[in-house]
Each structure stands twice: as C-alpha cells, then as structure tokens.
C-alpha cells in the first residue's frame, strides 16, 4: 500500500487548534520557544494569513502557513511532529504553501529558517539572506527564492 500525502486549507476554529497543538508540541515543548511568543494575531480564520494542514495516511503530520509581507509571501510556523519528519513532507508542505501564494500572483518566498534547517531550505531553492540572527532562542536566517 502507498502512503498517501494531503494538504488542507484551514477554514475552521477546530482545524486552527490543531494547527496550534502541533506547533505547541513541535515549537514550545520540543524546542523551548515561549509560549507567548509562539501564537500572534495572525493565528485568527479573519486574519490576513494562510493555514494548511499536511496528513500522512490520514494522520495529522504537520502545518505551516504564509502571508503577505512587502510584497513577498512569508512561510511561517513550519513544522512537523517528529514520527513524520523522514517522509518528505516538509517538501510537500512548503511546496503547497508556495502553490497557496502562487496563486495570487505571487513570485517571491522568504522564511525565517532556523540555521539547522538552513541546508533543507536550500535544495528548495531558497539562498541565505542575512547573517545568523536569534529568534525565540533559536538561531535562524532569512532566506529568500524566487520563481
């Protein structure tokens, strides 16, 4: 049997908790970053933000979202809970986030990366824009691509 990858556009309170309990445990609990720091005004169904979903054989694997920031799509909250992180589907997420922003005529992704994830972001095209910087006690970089 294939395994099969699903990418949801988040369109109810109860999707958006899960997108939240999934950063929670993968950003707060795993990584150390406050709680108040983890969930901003953009974690609202009417804020100008995109949340997907990604399930793996049916299973809630992992989220992230975009939006809109001078002129350019922002992939923000990227994460997947750590049983589906060797399947590809950080891959498949941000590709689908990319496909969300695309969609609205957009060409140009940046992301604030954690340094150690870096090298992932850079087989998908994305280049190092800035120096290492600390975000939430974490150390991270902008990236950037272009399409």
């Known amino acids: 049997m ?3 990858t699903e990418l949801k556009h988040v369109t109810t309170i109860e999707q958006l908790e899960l997108a939240k309990h999934i950063r929670q445990h993968v950003f707060v609990e795993e990584q150390g970053v406050p709680l108040e720091d983890e969930f901003d005004d953009y974690d609202r169904l009417d804020a100008a933000c995109t949340h997907l979903l ?3 054989n049916e299973q809630l694997a992992g989220t992230g979202r ?6 350019t799509a922002k992939l923000e909250r990227i994460c997947l809970l750590p049983e589906f992180r ?3 589907l950080g891959r498949f997420l941000i590709d689908g986030l990319e496909q969300q ?3 609205q005529g957009l ?8 340094s150690q994830a870096a090298p992932f972001y850079e087989k998908l095209g994305y ?5 290492p910087f600390m975000e939430d006690g ?3 970089v902008w990236m950037i691509r272009e399409v």
């Open 138 to 140: 974490i150390e991270h």
């Open 127 to 131: 280049r190092i824009f800035s120096v």
């Open 86 to 88: 060797k399947y590809g």
């Open 66 to 71: 975009w939006r809109l920031v001078d002129g």
């Open 107 to 114: 060409r140009h992704f940046q992301l604030h990366g954690q």
């Open 101 to 103: 922003a695309r969609k």
């Open 2 to 4: 294939n395994p099969t």
């Open 54 to 56: 990604v399930y793996y």
